[in-house]
Nanobody, 122 residues
């Protein structure tokens, strides 16, 4: 059974940067795509970014393109999300999850972490 744990969230000001980590334990995620998702209060969970198992394919939500970067280190069983030029509208709980194969739909992912709060003040 794989367990994903997100870390790195916090309270920052608009324009600042944060780096999130999604660390897997129990089983390897090296053969799985991993996605970062976020959910703001009263809103549906939406994809932020996804990366294929090899790192060769990535996907970004239009709202974060050019500001966020997803990467992975399969040797460390960890996926990262570097967030730059943060905006107040990026405020949400950020989750990671895995998927065998490729998808960008939240419902296709499993093994969700508990989430990490990111709050961006204006």
């Amino acid at each position: 059974q794989v367990r994903l744990v997100e870390s790195g969230g916090g309270l920052v000001q608009a324009g600042d940067s944060l780096g999130l980590s999604c660390a897997a334990s129990g089983r390897t995620i090296s053969r799985y795509a991993v996605g970062w998702f976020r959910q703001a209060p009263g809103k549906e969970r939406q994809i932020v970014a996804a990366i294929s198992w090899s790192g060769g394919n990535t996907h970004y939500a239009d709202s974060v393109k050019g500001r966020f970067t997803i990467s992975r280190d399969n040797a460390k069983n960890t996926v990262y999300l570097q967030m730059n030029s943060l905006k107040p509208e990026d405020t949400a709980v950020y989750y990671c999850a895995r998927r065998a194969g490729w998808s960008t739909e939240p419902g296709d992912f499993d093994s969700w972490g508990q989430g990490t709060q990111v709050t961006v003040s204006s």
